[in-house]
Every structure is written in structure tokens, then in C-alpha cells.
């Protein structure tokens, strides 16, 4: 069974405080990975996709990197408009999971002026 | 401009009915998904649909029916059988069943009362 864990559920800064947020998984045929922002009663925004270990996408003050056994989300000199849940997802190609888009549970990023 | 329309955005159920949410997507994409989340949980797979007139259930389908007769529209019904159905729920919808990113809608809020 595919699984998805984040790591941490929350997260406090302070402004310009940069800091990682964690996403490892275990599944059969990873067919990508995504990073997703959500704000709170509104649908996920994406952020990211990673295919394969070693791959890294920036934007902005967020950048993504990827292993074979897990991702990170490292946010750079954060502002408060970056208080978000960040969530980690990933795409099976496998068996019985063929399709499936499989969720972390996120973590919760606040950022104090 | 393309994306993803779900109505309504609140939606109040008695106990006893089915209730049909409606997605939208002018994104000409074959896949579409629904997905439900609680407070303090992940998004939860209700079920997916990888092509006109199939589908196949995710983790939590029971008590919930979809169809899929345009590639447009994927609506999901909530059935009287769904024992806990107050939830947010979330549309979304990819180019391809397997590694292309999703983009969501902005949700419908559902509460039983």
C-alpha cells in the first residue's frame, strides 16, 4: 500500500527564518511526486513536480528536491504570506495502485512578522 | 480561462438524502478525481476516473456513486448510506491518469443537518 508521511504537522517561523519541510514515501512505481500549497477552505494550489532522484524546481522562495526514499521543501528568508499547509502527493504507476494520487497529511507552516 | 468549477460552495444536506456535487473541467484533461478531507486529515481518494464512461474506487467510496458520461463533468453523489458525509470536498482533474499533476477546484463544504 502506498503511503505518504510528512514530517513536521506544524511549523513556526520567523520571518527570514529558512527552514525544511519533509515528505517521505514508500510506494511500488513512483510516477511523480507534487507539491501542493493550500490555504485554509480553499482548493490545493500546485507548486512542484519531481520525477526522479536528484531533481530539484525552485520558485520563487521555495525549492523541492528529491531522493529515492523521500522529498523536502526548503523555504528561504519565508513571509508571512507563506503560512500555508503544504501538501506532498504522489503518482503510482503500480499493480493495483495504477492512478491512484496518493496524499500526505501535510504540514501546517505559519509565519510570524 | 480554464480550470476546474465546483458547485455549489456550501451545500446543507438533511439526513436521508442524496446530495450531487457538480465538477467542471474545461482543461481537456482524461483524468478526474474526488477526493474529501476532514480537519486534521490528509485528502482521502474517493474515487477516480481515468477516461469517459469508467471509474474505479478509491480508499473511502462506500456510501458515494460517480459517473462519468462527459470528459467535461464528473459529478460525485453523496448517498444516504455515507454515514459521516460532512466534509470538504475536492475536484480535480490531470492530462493523464499517471504522472501529470492535478489541479483542484476550490471545493464544496457539505454539512448534514
Known amino acids: 500500500e502506498d503511503q505518504v508521511t510528512q514530517s513536521p504537522e506544524a511549523l513556526r517561523l520567523q520571518e527570514g527564518e529558512s527552514s525544511s519541510l519533509n515528505c517521505s514515501y514508500t510506494?511500488?512505481?513512483?510516477?511523480?511526486l507534487f507539491w501542493y500549497r493550500q490555504d485554509p477552505g480553499k482548493g490545493p494550489e500546485f507548486l512542484f513536480t519531481l520525477y526522479s532522484a536528484g531533481e530539484e524546481k525552485e520558485k520563487e522562495r521555495l525549492k523541492a528536491t528529491l531522493t529515492k526514499k523521500e522529498s523536502f521543501l526548503h523555504i528561504t528568508a519565508p513571509k508571512p504570506e507563506d503560512s500555508a499547509t503544504y501538501l506532498c502527493?504522489?503518482?503510482?504507476?503500480?499493480?493495483?495502485?495504477?492512478?491512484?494520487?496518493?496524499f500526505g497529511q501535510g504540514t501546517i507552516l505559519t509565519v510570524h512578522p | 480561462d480554464g480550470g476546474i468549477t465546483q458547485s455549489p460552495k456550501y451545500l446543507f444536506r438533511k439526513e436521508g438524502q442524496n446530495v450531487t456535487l457538480s465538477c467542471e473541467q474545461n482543461l481537456n484533461h482524461d483524468a478526474m478525481y474526488w477526493y474529501r478531507q476532514d480537519p486534521g486529515q490528509g485528502l482521502r481518494l474517493i474515487y477516480y476516473s481515468q477516461i469517459v464512461n469508467d471509474f474505479q474506487k478509491g480508499d473511502i467510496a462506500e456510501g458515494y456513486s460517480v459517473s462519468r458520461e462527459k470528459k467535461e463533468s464528473f459529478p460525485l453523489t453523496v448517498t444516504s448510506a455515507q454515514k459521516n458525509p460532512t466534509a470538504f470536498y475536492l475536484c480535480?482533474?490531470?492530462?493523464?491518469?499517471?504522472?501529470?499533476?492535478?489541479?483542484f477546484g476550490q471545493g464544496t463544504r457539505l454539512t448534514v443537518v
Open positions: 480535480a482533474s490531470s492530462v493523464r491518469v499517471s504522472g501529470t499533476e492535478a489541479f
Open positions: 502527493a504522489v503518482h503510482n504507476a503500480g499493480g493495483t495502485s495504477y492512478g491512484k494520487l496518493t
Open positions: 510506494v511500488s512505481g513512483l510516477r511523480g
